[in-house]
């Protein structure tokens, strides 16, 4: 029998957007709020992901990261020559 009460984590936030994250019906709901001035926080993108979209989702996560961590200290994609060296043969 599944449990169909919510489980919520604690929210991201910044100066004037937050993500939340919460498990509800066997599913990962993620919401994007903005601060709106006389309004407070203000929903904009709800997305329900399963276990494998969430997977996927992280691995996606991840590279992007990576990927702007390496632009950010200057490194790129540049392929570099190389001299390949033979395997050492015995006699």
């Known amino acids: 029998m599944q449990n169909n009460t919510a489980f919520k984590f604690a929210p991201v936030f910044t100066e004037d957007q937050k993500i939340d994250v919460a498990l509800e019906d066997g599913q990962a709901v993620i919401k994007l709020s903005t601060?709106?001035?006389?309004?407070?926080?203000?929903?904009?993108?709800?997305?329900?992901?399963?276990?494998?979209?969430?997977?996927?989702?992280?691995?996606?996560?991840?590279?992007?990261?990576?990927?702007?961590?390496?632009?950010?200290?200057?490194?790129?994609?540049?392929?570099?020559?190389?001299?390949i060296l033979d395997f050492p043969r015995s006699v």
């Open 35 to 83: 601060w709106v001035e006389d309004l407070g926080w203000c929903g904009q993108k709800t997305m329900a992901l399963d276990t494998e979209m969430l997977d996927e989702l992280s691995r996606l996560v991840i590279a992007a990261k990576m990927k702007l961590k390496r632009d950010a200290e200057g490194d790129n994609d540049e392929i570099l020559s190389a001299r």
